[in-house]
């Protein structure tokens, strides 16, 4: 049973390019959230995909968007990418029902911008 | 603002003692409360998971508290190993309507 895949595992980008990071959920699960961590630092919330819709969003600005796909997998979206969105970003993916299930991380995708 | 307080030092532990990690959380009322435990470069992996009418969780060398009224969480290892060695992060889970939202501290760092 694979757990949650994420790719890729390490980028470098150039200040102002636009990335896209992918995510596969555990099997059988429908809910996807994505996290930022900078160093040092515990990852903090994104947003969360169920059913292909962004539920909740976390204080990050409109340049960070996403997408679930109907297989359950999500992709991030970060545009005019800034040196401080460097950190490494994680997918966790649960089941929607019943509450209160346990949330499962990705190993992350470094994302340097220079 | 929702604030979660973890010890911000890295904590020694000498082999076969035990090590008790702190998490305080401010201004929001958890629903639940999870332990992850995170290696340097790679995701964290969940450890124990404590709901707010439990006090008390147990696996294997691992006990967790949850106490609502100090809003405090106790995270237990005895009988501590070199493996145990990483970063072990809190993250009170807020509810509504069945959207989990993980709220993490900063990790204490066990050695």
């Known amino acids: 049973d694979a757990g949650v895949t994420q790719s890729p595992t390490h980028l470098i980008k150039t200040r102002g390019q636009q990335v896209t990071l992918r995510c596969s959920p555990k099997?059988?699960?429908?809910?996807v959230s994505w996290y930022q961590q900078a160093l040092g630092q515990g990852p903090q919330f994104i947003f969360q995909?169920?059913?292909?819709?962004?539920?909740q969003r976390g204080n990050f600005p409109d340049r960070f968007s996403g997408h679930q796909f109907p297989n359950y997998s999500s992709e991030l979206n970060v545009n005019a990418l800034l040196l401080g969105d460097s950190a490494l970003y994680l997918c966790?993916?649960?089941?929607?029902?019943?509450?209160?299930?346990?949330?499962?991380f990705g190993e992350g995708s470094w994302l340097t911008v220079v | 603002s929702q604030k979660i307080e973890q010890n911000s030092e890295a904590l020694n532990i000498q082999e076969g003692k035990t090590a008790t990690l702190t998490c305080n959380y401010t201004?929001?009322?958890?629903?639940?409360l999870q332990w992850y435990r995170q290696d340097p470069g790679r995701g964290p992996v969940f450890l124990l998971l404590?709901?707010?009418?439990?006090k008390e969780k147990r696996k294997e060398r691992l006990k967790v508290t949850f106490d609502t009224t100090l809003k405090q969480s106790l995270f237990h290892i005895t009988a501590s190993q070199p493996a145990d060695s990483a970063t072990y992060l809190c993250?009170?889970?807020?509810?509504?309507?069945?959207?989990?939202?993980?709220?993490f501290g900063t990790g204490t760092r066990l050695l």
């Open positions: 966790a993916s649960s089941l929607e029902f019943p509450s209160g299930n346990t949330i499962y």
């Open positions: 099997s059988g699960h429908d809910t």
């Open positions: 995909y169920y059913e292909e819709e962004e539920r």
């Open positions: 201004n929001y009322s958890p629903a639940y």
């Open positions: 404590i709901r707010e009418n439990e």
């Open positions: 993250a009170p889970t807020l509810m509504n309507t069945g959207f989990q939202k993980l709220v």
